[in-house]
């Protein structure tokens, strides 16, 4: 990648993974961001998001949060 300093001990495939799953988070994060706006409620876990490390293992991770984002998305669309 033009312009990256690399670090030497870590492998390139590595830095992509953490590359890709900021850009996850930060996704999931906008997507919250306007289910609130567009219902009109605030989402109580959002803070989760700060301490997820993992997609699918630890706790919190990435898909419990977004297993309970889906039904707050469904009883927020039926209140617009």
Not at 28 to 51: F, I, N, R
Request: proline share 5%; glycine share 4%; hydrophobic share 35%.
């Amino acid at each position: 990648m033009i312009g990256e300093t690399v670090a030497p001990t870590r492998p390139m495939a590595i830095r992509r993974t953490d590359v890709t799953f900021a850009e996850a988070i930060s996704t999931v994060y906008q997507a919250t961001k306007v289910l609130e706006y567009l219902s009109g409620m605030s989402c109580e876990d959002t803070d989760s998001l700060l301490v997820i490390r993992m997609v699918t293992r630890g706790q919190p991770n990435l898909t419990e949060y977004l297993e309970k984002l889906g039904p707050s998305r469904a009883s927020w669309s039926s209140h617009s």
